[in-house]
Each structure stands twice: as C-alpha cells, then as structure tokens.
C-alpha cells in the first residue's frame, strides 16, 4: 500500500513536462508544458508525479523528460 504515502515520501528527482498532446486523455487539466513536478514514484511505463491539483497523478512517461 505504498500510494498511501507517496505525498509524503521523499523526491526522487524532479522531471519537466515537455507536452500534454495526449491522445486519449486530457493531460492539460492536470499537467502544463515546461513546468517541472517532484516524481515520488515510477515503473517501466508511468511516472507519478504531484501534479497541478496537487494530488499524485500516473502518466505515461512520454509527456516528461528527466
């Protein structure tokens, strides 16, 4: 149950958003191109990040770079 303390854990690293051209899903609500966000957790796929309403937030790792 490791997301239960993920606001609260230490950065790993930051990483910057590079775009929010998502296909599928609408990434711009939460995510704004060129802003940098603290990345608490990540797998091969997804970074999680605390991002714009200040909850963690799974996104594929195509939208960062870092």
């Given amino acids: 149950m ?4 993920w606001q609260t854990r230490p950065t ?3 990483v910057e958003c590079v775009h929010t051209n998502a296909k599928k899903y609408m990434v711009n609500r939460a995510l704004t191109a060129g802003k940098t966000y603290e990345l608490k957790n990540e ?3 997804f970074y999680f990040v605390i991002d714009n309403t ?3 937030g799974g996104y594929y790792k195509e939208y960062f770079k870092g």
Avoid at 2 to 5: R, S
């Fill in 54 to 56: 200040g909850k963690i």
């Fill in 43 to 45: 797998t091969e796929e």
């Fill in 2 to 5: 490791i997301h239960n303390t």
């Fill in 12 to 14: 790993i690293r930051t």
